[in-house]
């Protein structure tokens, strides 16, 4: 008899337990539905988007492509366009794959239902022209806008290479590197009007007369340089510092290798060369 009634208690307790199991389960439940209709309010979805820092990308634009973004899985559980949950890194990678424009973008929750994006633009730095158009290129080497091409922008960069916008001409330490030495030789008289890129190692500065100077695309351009101010000393390779060339009619100066320097007059067959 004790034995059946102590069965009977333990089957009560039992009992007992899988109904505050349960009641427990359909209370977190109902508390979850709770939470997650509330997160489909107003109160809590993204109505405007603040937009700072632009002057080269329309912010109209911006705004109504990033309302859109975030709305775009908006019958998810949990909505993609709640202020709490919403994929800030989505937006940034969004903006700088959209617009070559847009440098950085920082996100922030600008609570409630507003969502505030600083975003930093890239700085011209110099022109890039293909056969086709002429763009702005950053000090990171990117070509990121399309611009008219005036006298006074000089010098003109090119590549053998098909680049377009969003591409990469160039490193931002190669470029810087490349125009220090560009700075150094306008100083010594000779004023360089192109840069063109011929191939992944070689780099054809043409000055103002129309000679090129043949360099091998480095780090950095330091020796190209001190074998040229050793070049300049030499009789057959002065400068007119008036007229911003070299006395003699060259076509090309060959600095890719080192102290051997190989030049071409201008009508010899070698002209052809570059």
Known sequence: ??????????????????????????????????????????????????????????????????????????????????????????????LQDKYPQVLSVEVNRNFFSSLGLRIIEREPKSVFCT?????????SGILFEETVLLDKQRPIYSSARVLDLGDEFMSKDSLEELEVLISSLNKRGLVVEKVREISSHTIVLTIENGTKLVIKKEDSYDDVYNTLVKLLDLDAFRIDKKEGMFKNEFSYINLKFGNKIFYCLRGAECESNY
């Not at 899988?18 to 539905?33: M, P």
């Not at 086709?132 to 290129?137: G, K, L, R, T, V």
């Open 131 to 139: 056969k086709d158009a002429c763009f702005w290129i950053d000090e």
């Open 1 to 94: 008899m004790a034995y059946i009634q102590s069965k009977r208690r333990k089957r009560r307790k039992t009992n007992l337990f899988k109904r505050r199991f349960i009641a427990l389960f359909v209370c977190l439940f109902f508390i979850f539905g709770l939470f997650v209709a509330s997160l489909h309010l107003a109160f809590w979805r993204i109505a405007n988007v603040d937009i700072e820092g632009v002057e080269r990308v329309d912010p109209i634009m911006i705004q109504q492509e990033v309302v859109s973004l975030v709305k775009k899985d908006e019958f998810n559980i949990i909505p993609t366009d709640n202020i709490l949950f919403v994929n800030k890194e989505k937006i940034r990678t969004f």
